[in-house]
T-cell receptor, first 113, second 112 residues
Framework: NAGVTQTPKFQVLKTGQSMTLQCAQDMNHNSMYWYRQDPGMGLRLIYYSASEGTTDKGEVPNGYNVSRLNKREFSLRLESAAPSQTSVYFC????????????FGPGTRLLVL | GENVEQHPSTLSVQEGDSAVIKCTYSDSASNYFPWYKQELGKRPQLIIDIRSNVGEKKDQRIAVTLNKTAKHFSLHITETQPEDSAVYFCAASIGNTGKLIFGQGTTLQVKP
């Protein structure tokens, strides 16, 4: 039981390049989330998927898109990376949508030059 | 928009002392309040949570209290140990949803 996994662990991009961050969970959770973590700002919700087949914007969605590929997988895409998107990205999942523990993946450290 | 304020930003205590971290939230409909611990370079991990129908919850050396009227909640760690050194984040749900607003974090240092 691996929990929540993310790939890649680290990535360097040039401004304007695109990439997709992958996330998968093997806990049969219904809800999945993408956060970014910047120094001194805690974690901020980018997008979420309350259940398979649905996605919605969080606190800071600009410049990102998501896909809930199936119940296990939830990907985050940067279409045209900007230096302001340099951050650590965490995927999380929870069994249900409301009031449930969110389990985090190990994170992806992204540097945009 | 919804907001969670966390204080202090840094906290240094001697081993064996208690540590208290406080958070205030703005959404009166928030009903779920988790606390996460994050060690350097690692993922956040839940250490305790509380729901709005409960005023206090305890798990060994860790306790959380919630005051819904004042819209604040606190984390209490007793008999601190060096392995408690980490960054701690509070969070509050937006209403009755899975969306969480996180505080800015508290760096706790426990000196041996």
């Amino acid at each position: 039981n691996a929990g929540v996994t993310q790939t890649p662990k680290f990535q360097v991009l040039k401004t304007g390049q695109s990439m997709t961050l992958q996330c998968a969970q093997d806990m049969n959770h219904n809800s999945m989330y993408w956060y970014r973590q910047d120094p001194g700002m805690g974690l901020r919700l980018i997008y979420y998927s309350a259940s398979e087949g649905t996605t919605d914007k969080g606190e800071v969605p600009n410049g990102y898109n998501v896909s809930r590929l199936n119940k296990r997988e939830f990907s985050l895409r940067l279409e045209s990376a900007a230096p302001s998107q340099t951050s650590v990205y965490f995927c999380a999942s929870s069994e249900a949508w409301s009031g449930e523990t969110q389990y985090f993946g190990p994170g992806t450290r992204l540097l945009v030059l | 928009g919804e907001n969670v304020e966390q204080h202090p930003s840094t906290l240094s205590v001697q081993e064996g002392d208690s540590a208290v971290i406080k958070c205030t939230y703005s959404d009166s409909a928030s009903n779920y309040f988790p606390w996460y611990k994050q060690e350097l370079g690692k993922r956040p991990q839940l250490i305790i949570d509380i729901r709005s129908n409960v005023g206090e919850k305890k798990d060994q050396r860790i306790a959380v209290t919630l005051n819904k009227t004042a819209k604040h909640f606190s984390l209490h760690i007793t008999e601190t140990q060096p392995e408690d050194s980490a960054v701690y984040f509070c969070a509050a749900s937006i209403g009755n949803t899975g969306k969480l607003i996180f505080g800015q974090g508290t760096t706790l240092q426990v000196k041996p």
